[in-house]
């Protein structure tokens, strides 16, 4: 167990919709990481926020926006749905500064039907 | 930019045996960190073992090693004495250190299975 949790574990949605991807770091980390995976893409960075601030940006769609509140739970927000949004979506956490081991929370697995 | 090249899509080793994951990384970055990660087939992603650019040692990590040649830019992991759940996905990944972000460039991964 990374100490990182993600809700929900899984999610079956139509195009179109919007959905919330939910995760809470370890105790005491303050980045955290959004990451996707897809067959085709493999594992893409798509955001980092550290302490509540936006930190850096990767591949992410307009149609994707993420927050860290400030207890330093994070939620990624998926609009517009569209089949190739199907992935894994991961979130990852890490203290800071720190050599940048990040860890994993179990991913939640998005299909778009 | 970072690049990370793993060139195994798969490999079969006898369970006891050990196992070589080869890994090469390219980076302008005068510092920066290397990672090896685990996904089992029901998905989570798990760290195995990390490797600063400065570090003057291989990493270890109980039967994990990282084979870490510089100059070559490897980073090839090492499972000494393989058992059955070792059976997974492997990636190769890195990051800038001090750069603001320390965002995970990732392979594509490596098919590994333990054979009894």
């Known amino acids: 167990d990374s100490g990182v949790t993600q809700t929900p574990k899984h999610l079956i949605t139509a195009t179109g919709q919007r959905v919330t991807l939910r995760c809470s770091p370890r105790?005491?980390?303050?980045?955290v990481y959004w990451y996707q995976q897809s067959l085709d893409q493999g594992l893409q960075f798509l955001i980092q926020?550290?302490?509540?601030?936006?930190?850096a940006k990767g591949n992410i769609l307009e149609r994707f926006s993420a927050q860290q509140f400030p207890d330093l739970h994070s939620e990624l927000n998926l609009s517009s749905l569209e089949l190739g949004d199907s992935a894994l979506y991961f979130c990852?956490?890490?203290?800071?500064?720190?050599?940048?081991?990040?860890?994993f929370g179990p991913g939640t697995r998005l299909l778009v039907l | 930019a970072q690049k990370i090249t793993q060139t195994q899509p798969g490999m079969f080793v006898q369970e006891k045996e050990a196992v070589t994951l080869d890994c090469t990384y390219d980076?302008?970055?005068?510092?920066?960190?290397l990672f090896w990660y685990k996904q089992p087939s029901s998905g989570e992603m798990i760290f195995l073992i990390y490797?600063?650019?400065?570090?003057?040692q291989n990493a270890t990590e109980g039967r994990y090693s990282l084979n870490f040649q510089k100059a070559r830019k490897s980073a090839n992991l090492v499972i000494s004495a393989s058992q059955l759940g070792d059976s997974a996905m492997y990636f190769c990944?890195?990051?800038?250190?001090?750069?603001?972000?320390?965002?995970?460039?990732f392979g594509k991964g490596m098919k590994l299975t333990v054979n009894p």
């Open positions: 990852a956490s890490s203290g800071f500064p720190s050599k940048g081991t990040q860890y």
């Open positions: 105790s005491g980390d303050l980045s």
């Open positions: 926020y550290y302490n509540g601030e936006e930190r």
């Open positions: 980076t302008s970055d005068p510092s920066y960190g």
């Open positions: 490797q600063g650019s400065y570090d003057q």
């Open positions: 990944a890195m990051n800038p250190v001090g750069g603001g972000s320390e965002k995970l460039v």
